[in-house]
């Protein structure tokens, strides 16, 4: 599925189920609330931290998955096509990190 697909799904979604999409703030704010749930399984995985009780069964994949479906909310209702804006995005690094990163000595 392309970005562009994945935004038609989410669109689709919300007006066959989700009644309307959240305001832009709201949904902000719930981008910050996924990205929090993604961080604590990161943490708890990879970082010092010890899974509770009620965090081990948590699946990483599907809070990346709500993560990247409110970016798909917000992309919608502000117009925004991401395949487009991540194609220019990806442009920008090759040019402005072309050599940052080969010639970083912290990273060998």
Same mark, same amino acid.
């Given at each position: 599925?392309?970005? =562009? /697909?994945?935004?038609?799904?989410?669109?689709?979604?919300?007006? @066959? $189920? &989700?009644?309307?999409? +959240?305001? *832009?703030?709201?949904?902000?704010?719930?981008?910050? =609330? /996924?990205?929090?749930?993604?961080?604590?399984?990161?943490?708890? @995985? $990879? &970082?010092?931290?010890? +899974?509770? *009780?009620?965090?081990?069964?948590?699946?990483?994949?599907? /809070?990346?998955?709500?993560?990247?479906?409110?970016?798909?909310?917000?992309?919608?209702?502000?117009?925004?096509?991401?395949?487009?804006?991540?194609?220019?995005?990806?442009?920008?690094?090759?040019?402005?990190?072309?050599?940052?990163?080969?010639?970083?000595?912290?990273?060998?």
């Amino acid at each position: 599925m392309t970005l =562009e /697909e994945a935004q038609k799904k989410v669109d689709q979604w919300i007006k @066959t $189920y &989700g009644v309307r999409y +959240f305001n *832009e703030l709201t949904n902000m704010a719930i981008l910050t =609330e /996924e990205v929090g749930e993604l961080a604590r399984i990161m943490a708890r @995985t $990879y &970082g010092e931290q010890s +899974f509770k *009780e009620g965090d081990k069964d948590r699946d990483m994949g599907d /809070e990346m998955a709500d993560v990247l479906w409110v970016l798909l909310c917000i992309a919608n209702q502000t117009g925004i096509n991401l395949t487009e804006a991540f194609e220019k995005n990806l442009r920008k690094k090759e040019i402005r990190d072309k050599e940052r990163h080969i010639n970083n000595s912290k990273l060998y």
